[in-house]
């Protein structure tokens, strides 16, 4: 097999397969955690829904607008984290995914943080 440069392609070593293995464990779990995130945050009212039914006794302190976003921003982010698990799988295996693997695994890792830190 041959690069895209023309070069031939090497394999990747056993220990960094294994560490992909891991990697995969890890994108899993935090893509698990963002996709429940973002089932609870979609079950959730806002505050002002809530002021209006004597039953509720949680709300997301936010607007609606900020609600949607927070919802689109986690549940993008569990999907990349999904594939990036599924990509760090395949490496670990032998295919040759590993640039793919590492954009997947920073588009996750970036909508994660915006959504943790402003929503």
């Given at each position: 097999?041959?690069?895209?440069?023309?070069?031939?392609a090497t394999k990747a070593g056993v220990g960094l397969?294994?560490?992909?293995?891991?990697?995969?464990?890890?994108?899993?779990f935090g893509a698990a955690v963002l996709i429940y995130a973002t089932v609870t945050l979609v079950d959730s009212q806002t505050c002002e829904q809530a002021?209006?039914?004597?039953?509720?006794t949680?709300?997301?302190l936010g607007s609606s607008f900020e609600k949607t976003i927070g919802t689109?921003?986690?549940?993008?982010?569990g999907l990349f984290g999904?594939?990036?698990?599924?990509?760090a799988l395949g490496f670990a295996l032998g295919a040759a995914t590993g640039r793919k693997l590492a954009i997947t695994t920073i588009i996750a890792v970036?909508?994660?943080a915006i959504a943790i830190i402003f929503f």
């Open positions: 097999m041959t690069t895209p440069t023309g070069g031939e397969r294994f560490l992909a293995l891991l990697g995969a464990l890890v994108l899993a002021f209006s039914d004597p039953t509720a949680e709300c997301y689109i921003l986690t549940g993008a982010a999904a594939a990036a698990a599924l990509l970036v909508l994660a």
